[in-house]
């Protein structure tokens, strides 16, 4: 690794990412020594401006930063490290020192799980499908996402790649609806596919 720590006044900012959520957890800094600490104990290891010596986050809370790896920026005067957490991150007991929960996000898909139970928690079954399916129960929503895949593996079958799309979409929103009936949501799924992972 291709870091020149002299150049930077002995001290480099250290990005810390969930290597599995990649959520920023924290911004630490590092001294030569501190790097080559992290590496050989894989504790990620800091040098504290404030208490001017090698910290070990963790070292009394016990809520270590365990390395995954490490990686340079192009200036080669930044690190990105990820990491696995043991507990929270920050210091005041949140997940991250921005005080934001340590969550998986999937972006626009996160955000549709969450129109799905806002809709569902305001049940308004006029004017919103969302609640309508919840008013009709699990048989009809569990109904509605057989259909959805039965037409998949229709246009599936066919060149017409707008309808596949389109039916494909159909079948993640109905199947989204599905798991919060059941109780679950994406980020279930998810962790059993992981542990399915060889």
């Known amino acids: ?17 969930d290597s599995e959520t ?10 030569e020594e501190s790097l080559q600490k992290t590496i050989e104990t894989q504790k990620v290891t800091f040098f504290s401006r404030s208490k001017q010596r090698l910290w070990t986050k963790g070292e009394e809370s016990g809520n270590f930063l365990n390395l995954v790896s490490i990686k340079n920026d192009c200036d080669g005067d930044t690190l990105l490290i990820q990491a696995k957490p043991v507990g929270p991150t920050c210091h005041t007991g949140a997940d991250t020192c921005w005080q934001e929960p340590n969550e998986a996000n999937y972006g626009f898909i996160s955000q549709l799980e969450s129109t799905i139970k806002t809709r569902r928690e305001n049940a308004d079954s006029e004017k919103s499908y969302v609640a ?20 998949v593996v229709i246009e599936a079958k066919d060149n017409n790649d707008d309808l596949f799309l389109s039916e494909s979409a159909d079948l993640l929103f109905h199947y989204l609806i599905l798991l919060q009936a059941k109780g679950f949501q994406l980020n279930d799924v998810v962790d059993v596919l992981k542990k399915r992972q060889k």
Do not use: C, R, T, W
């Open 1 to 17: 690794m291709d870091i020149d720590i002299k150049s930077a006044h002995g001290l480099i900012p250290a990005i810390i990412q």
């Open 22 to 31: 990649k959520n920023v957890l924290m911004l630490g800094y590092m001294n």
């Open 132 to 151: 309508s399916l919840f008013e009709k129960g699990i048989n009809k929503m569990a109904q509605k996402v057989g259909e959805e895949a039965v037409e």
